[in-house]
C-alpha cells in the first residue's frame, strides 16, 4: 500500500510537470495535445509505482551492471526518441528533471539523517569496488593496501588473512570479500566493516 501511495505521488508530481509544460505551451501546441492528458497521467503513475517498487527492493543489479543497464536504457531511449513528437520528448526530459531533483532531494535528507542518528555508533561497512575477483589471499591484501595508499589511510593488520582483521586510522575493522549478482557473473566488493 505504501508503494502505491508514494509511487502515486511521484506519478501526480510528474504529471504535474506534464501540466504546467503543456500550459506553458498551448498556443503552439493546441489543444491536440490535450485528449493525450488522462492517459498521460495514467503512465506517470504507473512509472512512478514501478520506480518506488525497483527502489525498495533489496538490490536488483548493482555495480557495473547498473552503469550497462542506464548506458543501453539511454540508447534505447534516442532511438524511440527520434520516432516520437518533439513534445512528448521534452515532457519525458522534464519529466527526467523532476525525477532528479526528487532524488537528490532524498538522498539529501537521507544523508543528513543517517549522519545525525548514526553518530557515536560503530557498525559502519564500507564497499569497495573491484574490476575483478583478487586471484589469491596476496592479491586480496595488495588490492587494499593500494585502496588504503590512494585514500592515505593508516593501515595496520592484527590478522592478515581472508577476512583480515585490521586498524584503520586507528578503527579496528574487518575486511572480507563480497559479490552481488550482475549480468555475465558477479560484481565483486571488497567489504570493510567497523567493529
Do not use: H
Not at 535528507?109 to 589469491?136: H, W
Amino acid at each position: 500500500m505504501e508503494i502505491l501511495k508514494r509511487g502515486g505521488l511521484i506519478g501526480g508530481l510528474l504529471w504535474a510537470g506534464a501540466v504546467l509544460y503543456v500550459s506553458l505551451r498551448y498556443r503552439t501546441l493546441g489543444p491536440a495535445v490535450l485528449p493525450w492528458m488522462v492517459p498521460m497521467l495514467a503512465v506517470d503513475v504507473l512509472a512512478g509505482v514501478f520506480l518506488l517498487w525497483i527502489g525498495l527492493r533489496k538490490q536488483v543489479i548493482g555495480g557495473m551492471s547498473a552503469l550497462w543497464t542506464a548506458f543501453i536504457a539511454l540508447f534505447l531511449m534516442v532511438i524511440v526518441g527520434r520516432i516520437l513528437p518533439e513534445w512528448v520528448r521534452q515532457i519525458i526530459g522534464l519529466d527526467f528533471g523532476i525525477l532528479l531533483v526528487l532524488c537528490g532531494g532524498n538522498y539529501y535528507y537521507l544523508s543528513r539523517m543517517a549522519k545525525k542518528m548514526n553518530q557515536g555508533r560503530s557498525g559502519y561497512t564500507l564497499r569497495i569496488d573491484l574490476k575483478e575477483k583478487p586471484s589469491s589471499k596476496e592479491d586480496f591484501l595488495r588490492q587494499f593496501e593500494a585502496y588504503c595508499v590512494k585514500e592515505n589511510i593508516d593501515l595496520i593488520y592484527e590478522v592478515k588473512d581472508v577476512p583480515a582483521v585490521v586498524l584503520m586510522n586507528g578503527v579496528r575493522c574487518e575486511v572480507s570479500l563480497d559479490s552481488t549478482p550482475g549480468f555475465g557473473g558477479a560484481d565483486y566488493v571488497m567489504k570493510v566493516t567497523e567493529r
